[in-house]
């Protein structure tokens, strides 16, 4: 889960970052989705961030990635609250 999580997050900043980029007719975007076989592992947390790409060490991404977390924390707050009213 935390895995597809980080997925999300890399396509959402990919495209934020390519919004903020002055207009082009063209937008490039390439990576990769892994699904995994039947015997292996998830990476743990841990595991996961030591191969993290360079990409995501930039101080844009972090705050980019706090910021989208912090979205996704409100609406997951909202979305309780809005269940406990029902």
Do not use: W
């Not at 995994?36 to 705050?63: D, R, Y």
């Amino acid at each position: 889960m935390l895995v597809l999580h980080k997925l999300i997050v890399a396509v959402v900043l990919i495209f934020a970052l390519c919004a903020c980029a002055p207009l082009s007719d063209t937008v490039n975007v390439s990576g990769s989705f892994r699904v995994l076989g039947e015997n292996e592992q998830v990476l743990t947390n841990q595991q996961f961030q030591e191969i993290e790409h360079p990409f995501f060490q930039l101080e844009s991404v972090k705050l980019a990635r706090a910021i989208l977390e912090k979205q996704y924390a409100e609406e997951k707050r909202r979305k309780a609250q809005q269940r406990q009213l029902q």
